[in-house]
C-alpha cells in the first residue's frame, strides 16, 4: 500500500493575481511576462532582494499573496526604471513593484521593512513642504529606532552632514518650502479622492 500524497498547509489566494491584475498600476500587463529574467538580471541590486521581479510575478500567479506582501523586493526596488527599459514585453516593472509596495503597507506587511519607516518621513516632508528636507526626513529617520540609536546613527553620519552643508545642499534655519502649499495640499486631496473612488 503507497502512502499518500502529501497536502501543503499553506493557504494560496488563486484571486490574487486576478486583483492584481484589476487594482495596481500596469497589473493588466503582468499576463505579458515571458519569464525570461531580463528584469531580475538587469536590476542593480537584484542581489539584495528576498525574490526577483521575475519570481515575484510567479509566485502572484501562483497566488502566494503572503509571501509575495512579505518580501522585502518592492522596499529594496530604487525605482531607477532599468527593468522597464529592458523588458522585450513592455511590462512595467516598477509600477508593478510600486503598487505591491502600497498594497503591503496597507495590509500592514511593510512596518516589518526598514525601508518603510524612511519612505514615511520622505513622504511626510514631500507632501507638508513641498519638498525633501535634507536634515529633518534623515533626523526623523533615525530617532525613529530610539533616542539611543538616533544619536548613533545621527553622528556616524556626521562627516556626510558637514559636507553637504559645506556644499550648499543643506542649511541653518527652518526648513525651506515651496510657495504654493495650498495648491499642492489641492493635488493630494484629489489625488486621494480619485485613489478612493478607485
Not at 509571501?67 to 513592455?90: A, I
Request: with cysteine; net charge positive; hydrophobic share 40%.
Amino acid at each position: 500500500m503507497t502512502a499518500p500524497i502529501p497536502t501543503s498547509k499553506r493557504k494560496y489566494d488563486l484571486n490574487f493575481a486576478r486583483w492584481v491584475r484589476d487594482n495596481v498600476a500596469g497589473g493588466d500587463k503582468m499576463n505579458m511576462c515571458m519569464q525570461c529574467g531580463t528584469c531580475s538580471g538587469s536590476c542593480p541590486i537584484g542581489t539584495e532582494m528576498e525574490d526577483g521581479p521575475r519570481k515575484l510575478f510567479m509566485m502572484i500567479r501562483a497566488g502566494m499573496k503572503e509571501e509575495v506582501l512579505s518580501s522585502n523586493s518592492m522596499w529594496e526596488c530604487t525605482s531607477c526604471y532599468r527593468c522597464v527599459v529592458r523588458c522585450p514585453r513592455g511590462v512595467p516593472v516598477t509600477y508593478l513593484m510600486q503598487g505591491l509596495a502600497a498594497l503591503a503597507a496597507k495590509e500592514g506587511y511593510a512596518p516589518k521593512v526598514e525601508n518603510n519607516y524612511f519612505s514615511k518621513f520622505f513622504w511626510m516632508s514631500a507632501s507638508k513642504l513641498g519638498k525633501t528636507d535634507e536634515r529633518l526626513v534623515p533626523t526623523a529617520y533615525y530617532f525613529s529606532f530610539g533616542f539611543v540609536e538616533g544619536i548613533k546613527r545621527s553622528l556616524a553620519n556626521l562627516k556626510i552632514a558637514l559636507n553637504m552643508f559645506k556644499a550648499g545642499r543643506m542649511h541653518i534655519g527652518m526648513p525651506h518650502k515651496i510657495r504654493d502649499t495650498k495648491g499642492l495640499q489641492a493635488i493630494l486631496a484629489k489625488a486621494r479622492e480619485i485613489e478612493d473612488r478607485s
